[in-house]
T-cell receptor, first 114, second 110 residues
Framework: GAGVSQSPSNKVTEKGKDVELRCDPI?????LYWYRQSLGQGLEFLIY????????KSGLPSDRFSAERTGGSVSTLTIQRTQQEDSAVYLC????????????FGEGSWLTVV | TQLLEQSPQFLSIQEGENLTVYCNSS?????LQWYRQEPGEGPVLLVT?????EVKKLKRLTFQFGDARKDSSLHITAAQPGDTGLYLC??????????FGKGTSLLVTP
């Protein structure tokens, strides 16, 4: 597609349930990023993929969070046993990984844990 | 993690006024980018500055990268309601992910 596509755009889930968030990056973009945006907290880096590899997972908040990328394209962010503090907008972005590294964002997945 | 401090956090002005938003860090960046985010949408890139002292203009918006490549400013002339949004600066260093500031929330009222 022309831009970064994320789904679902909105998700309400019960505490303790697992959720999967999907990201389809811009075609040809080798780098893919997940950020989390909470109210008043700015953008928090979660994980970066170069191809299918994730060189740095240190931004993931806990072991309940995991992410994978297959075929150098689509990525899935999974949150297990969701907690209320996981409520946020999860933003995916992609880039060609050149310098300057211009990244392009999707519209985000708004997660609400009740 | 290099911290980017943005100021002010919130700004409410009337249409036609001028304003400046600041983005400061103690770290040197190879590039700095400004994004604008509107409610319910992802951030959209406005500009990338690379060279110390660089000035870029985008219609009524003027962006400047500090000489030492540690800070940047965004100046809006004659603000309009369409300029309302969250303005985010992001710095790139030798790593791979951009480091974002918390943003400046701008409201321009008619």
């Amino acid at each position: 597609g022309a831009g970064v596509s994320q789904s679902p755009s909105n998700k309400v889930t019960e505490k303790g349930k697992d959720v999967e968030l999907r990201c389809d990056p811009i075609s040809g973009h080798t780098a893919l990023y997940w950020y989390r945006q909470s109210l008043g907290q700015g953008l928090e880096f979660l994980i970066y993929f170069q191809g299918n590899s994730a060189p740095d997972k240190s931004g993931l908040p806990s072991d309940r969070f995991s992410a994978e990328r297959t075929g150098g394209s689509v990525s899935t962010l999974t949150i297990q046993r969701t907690q209320q503090e996981d409520s946020a907008v999860y933003l995916c972005a992609s880039s060609k990984r050149r310098s300057p590294n211009t990244i392009y964002f999707g519209e985000g997945s708004w997660l609400t844990v009740v | 993690t290099q911290l980017l401090e943005q100021s002010p956090q919130f700004l409410s002005i009337q249409e036609g006024e001028n304003l400046t938003v600041y983005c400061n860090s103690s770290s040197v960046f190879s590039s700095l980018q400004w994004y604008r985010q509107e409610p319910g949408e992802g951030p959209v890139l406005l500009v990338t500055v690379v060279t110390g002292g660089e000035v870029k203009k985008l219609k009524r918006l003027t962006f400047q990268f500090g000489d030492a490549r540690k800070d940047s400013s965004l100046h809006i002339t004659a603000a309009q309601p369409g300029d309302t949004g969250l303005y985010l600066c992001a710095g790139e260093n030798s790593g791979y992910a951009l480091n974002f500031g918390k943003g400046t929330s701008l409201l321009v009222t008619p």
